[in-house]
């Protein structure tokens, strides 16, 4: 609740006060009002709006432009506290004073303490700029009665945000007091959007003081002694850790610099805390880290999310919310959303989507009731499999439909890692993270906020092996076979169909209005383990397991051209006396064609038959491949983007021609934001790579344009049953 909501009763109070010597009438020379104006002139681009200026001690002055109203001369006063963990303030605000809209002005609590605040004594100023009228009064708050101030008490206690102890003493607080102001200002200042600052305020308010707490009365001596030892490490970067106010500042202002390593450095100073076993400070400085990146200015109060890529630095960006389609929304989604490191959130969670707890979708999702034994096996051995014989990606923000109460789940491969959003019917959504390569499954904490009471983090990480709750299980189940159906199968079609649908299949209120790439039929969940047995000899897992082999490094005494070069295409990066041997199994390739074409899904009965209604697009990119590789292209499976923007579908070489293709299957025309993808993307590959589009339709006027300003080939109207020799020579050459 706003504090104008309830302050009629304290209105009549200072109404009864004003007659007992409250206010009086004040006067200044013109020159010393000249003086003020001035002064106030070039202040005021760092002042909120109607924010008075305090120009002399205990002297708060602003310039206001349309003329004094001679009946609105006798002000309303509107004192406030505000305990919070940004710095505690006392807000006083001066209604009908010469002017219709209030003017006020804040004093950091370590100023004066409540008890002094009750017998102060102040002045107020306003300068019609246009009449050069002016209007002083001396407020003396003495005057108001025991009866208001105990009205004021209660409002600030009945607000404050964190019940069960509240930051009431600035040096408990990070001290930013520009921040305060904002955070008082939002509760008073009407909005166009007023609720997305309150909701967002409110939210990280709670937090930050939930953090504040466990540092200063939860395991004070414990983090006290780390931090002793913490102070010695070798990292790049040397966090204040002895002062929060001081830490907050110190990576806010990094922030603010657009400091290119400040991820990467945390991660660095991170590990080398873990490495000395410096528990209790790590997690609680992984935690605090992680609500920098969500403060109000980067944010700018609640408006944007912050984003951060998987690229050579991790680079910290933000990203606007979508404001009309929140409201009435607004607190549900502050509420619920996870303030994580904000891996690809542009990408994955979009302008305005909401968010499920994880109680909420595994409620939906039926236990899995066999042997979680083999069901560990299962998924290790077909995220294995997938690793060793990579030779596609899955679409970029794919959605598979699932059959049951679970609308689906909307797919993204960004780099190592595999982001995947279930999403209920009524559009809420959950993400869960899977690392393949290191079979670790990350999902979010069983409620929102405890990871800050309890220290722990905010996504929990899992080893597949270590899962024993059956309904995880099944999470993971379902994502392994997707993942190793979309990167080893060699005709996809077969087992996914569908292709381009509208919102009406995907109920997450950011793809309103988008286009989303649909997959049938629907995926059912594995319930019980009675065909893991079947899939295992189907497979043939317990033979070939030992013949899989992921993509590695080993010793070398110089890695040859090609390989540092087939390293960087799948995003590693090759030290000095190593060499990378790419992911492969050890046995006929023949044997191998035959498991390339059988489904995981099929095998486990999760799909009931092949695809109905079969999807163009993964026959478009095979012929695609087939093309290539009969014309002398060595052609590897595409790596993710780094930068979460759909990466390339296929990467060939030939000689030194190393090409990275993007295959649109489009009726549509292909429209600059395709070309712009392919611009980032080959800022993450060696120089001298070109990037190639090839589509079923035409680029636009504009696409076209920015292309060849790039060097970017592209081949349009490309149809297989017709030779596309002459074209393509004749835009790579």
Known sequence: MHFFEGSSEMAKLVDEASTNGLIENINYSPEKIFEWSEQYKKAKKSLLKRELLEVQELIFFSVVEPALRKDLIQPDIVPLFWDNSFYPLFSLAVNRFGVVESQRFFLPIDRFSRELLKELSFTIGLFSSFTNQSIFKRINLSKLSSEYWTSAEAWADSHARVTERKISKPEHSIKQWEIAKIYADVNCEPKKYPNIYYDYFYRYERELALLLLGYFFRGAETLGNEIKYASGLSAKTKYKLESPSALYGQISDLIAQKNKELVSDFFEYTEEMRSKGLNEIETWFWNFFRICLWNPVLTENGTKLPTLNEDEYRTLSTY??????????????????????????????????????????????????????????????????????????????????????????????????????????????????????????????????????????????????????????????????????????????????????????????????????????RIKYLT???????????????????????????????????????????????????????????????????????????????????????????????????????????????????????????????????????????????????VREMIGTLITFPSGSHGVILTSSELTIPAKELAIEHHIQFVENVSFEKSIDHKLRKRIK
């Open 320 to 521: 606007p919310l979508n404001l009309e389609a929140l409201v009435g929304k607004e607190e549900e989604f502050w509420n619920t959303i996870s303030f994580e490191l904000p891996f690809f959130f542009k990408e994955t969670i979009g302008d305005s989507n909401i968010q499920a707890s994880l109680e909420e979708i595994l409620a939906n999702f039926p236990p899995f009731t066999g042997n979680l034994i083999e069901a560990q096996q299962s998924i290790s051995d077909q995220l294995r499999e997938a690793c060793s014989l990579k030779q596609y990606t899955l679409p970029f923000g794919a959605f598979f439909q699932l059959a049951g109460s679970i609308s689906g789940v909307k797919v993204f491969e960004v780099d190592k890692s595999v982001y995947l959003m279930f999403i209920l019917k009524n559009g809420r959504f959950c993400r869960f993270d899977i690392i393949p390569e290191t079979q670790v499954f990350a999902a979010p904490p069983p409620a929102f906020h405890r990871g800050f009471v309890d220290g722990d983090l905010t996504y929990t990480s899992h080893k597949i092996s270590g899962i024993q709750s059956p309904l995880l299980l099944g999470v993971c189940m379902l994502a392994a076979s997707i993942i190793r159906d979309g990167w080893v199968v060699e005709e996809r079609e077969k087992v996914f169909g569908g292709g381009l649908l509208t919102r009406k299949v995907s109920p997450l209120l950011g793809d309103r209005r988008k286009q989303v790439v649909v997959y049938l039929p």
């Open 528 to 674: 019980s383990g009675e065909s893991i047995p079947d899939a295992r000899t189907e497979l043939n897992y317990v033979k070939r397991r030992e013949h899989l082999v992921s993509g590695h490094l080993r010793n070398a005494v110089k890695a040859s051209p090609a390989q540092v070069l087939l390293a960087q295409k799948m995003g590693v990066y090759v030290p000095e006396g190593k060499t990378f041997v790419r992911g492969h199994s050890r046995g006929h390739l023949a044997a191998e064609k035959i498991y390339r074409s059988r489904s995981a899904l099929m095998c486990l009965r999760m799909i009931d038959k092949e695809a109905s209604g079969q999807d163009a697009w993964f026959g478009f990119e095979r012929n695609a491949k087939q093309w290539l590789e009969g014309h002398g292209f060595k052609v590897d499976h595409a790596s993710a983007s780094r930068n979460g923007d759909g990466g390339v579908d296929l990467q060939a070489s030939k000689g030194s021609e190393n090409l990275l293709i993007q295959c649109k299957y489009w009726k549509n025309p292909v429209g600059l934001n395709v």
